[in-house]
């Protein structure tokens, strides 16, 4: 397989981050194609909290968001809200993916969290918040 340097993405409406969330929404639509209906939303801070949606025929909904940054404590920090927005606007909301363009670091011998445990963390939290409002969602990483 060959590497992708997501650094090097080509912009799509003058901005790589719109490329990658092209990318990103192109690639959801593949693995929703059984969906009844796949919405692409646009609109910085009015997309209910996800780049697209898959209308599923058991009536839920399944949301993307994508977010073009490499470093991870701001990834982090860039996620919480569209997830709490996500949650509150699609309440038939099972499984929510967000898709960010490098690969986190595992457990290794050195001091210190792994980005991947401090994003099972993240993910543990916020599914947590959810629970107390008497709802489950799955939340995944791309």
């Not at 959801?28 to 949606?53: P, Q, V």
């Not at 011998?109 to 409002?133: D, L, P």
Request: proline share 3%.
């Amino acid at each position: 397989m060959t590497d992708i340097d997501f650094k090097r993405i080509i912009a799509h409406e003058g901005a790589q981050t719109n490329g990658f969330e092209e990318l990103c929404c192109q690639l959801a639509r593949r693995e929703a194609s059984c969906a009844t209906k796949f919405e692409r939303i646009r609109g910085s801070g009015g997309d209910g909290g996800g780049e697209c949606l898959a209308h599923n025929r058991d009536g839920t909904v399944v949301g993307w968001q994508a977010k073009y940054v490499f470093d991870f404590d701001n990834l982090l920090k860039q996620i919480s809200k569209p997830c709490n927005t996500a949650v509150a606007v699609h309440k038939t909301l099972p499984e929510y993916v967000v898709c960010f363009p490098f690969d986190p670091t595992g457990k290794t011998g050195r001091k210190g969290t792994s980005q991947s445990a401090k994003f099972a963390n993240w993910v543990e939290k916020k599914s947590e918040e959810v629970k107390r409002q008497g709802r489950t969602v799955e939340i995944k990483s791309w």
